[in-house]
């Protein structure tokens, strides 16, 4: 004979297995979702990187080709899904990609008269580079 002792026993385990396999499962979940996050903002500062570098070559032709030479750059208008800003410090040499969600990227440069420029989500999608005043100059068009 069985009393209601053993069913109530039973029922009370069958409950801490069922939470314990919830808070695994929910644990599993959680580490998932921050290592996806993470994933997904090392591919946006690659993005970044690549931009600077596009940039970076443009501004590197254009100062190698000499003053008659000009060139076009077509950006992507968001990198991993995120607007960012584009600056460009002429003491450091670097153009920085940033964006408050992966920070900045920089990229550094071979010419040193090239004129400091902050350009912004709105105006990024095409860029003329060229010589003007004995500097290189990067602006939007």
Known sequence: MMGSDHKGFFSIDALFAVMLLLLISASFLNMYEGR?????L???RLEAKLVGEKLAAAINTVYANGSDFELRVNLPENVGGYSYQITFDNAARQISVENSAWGVVSVGV????????TLGPENLQTLRVYWADNQVKVVSI
């Open 36 to 40: 996806k996050q993470a994933t997904e």
């Open 110 to 117: 071979v010419c040193k008269n090239v004129r400091n420029f």
């Open 42 to 44: 090392m591919g946006a």
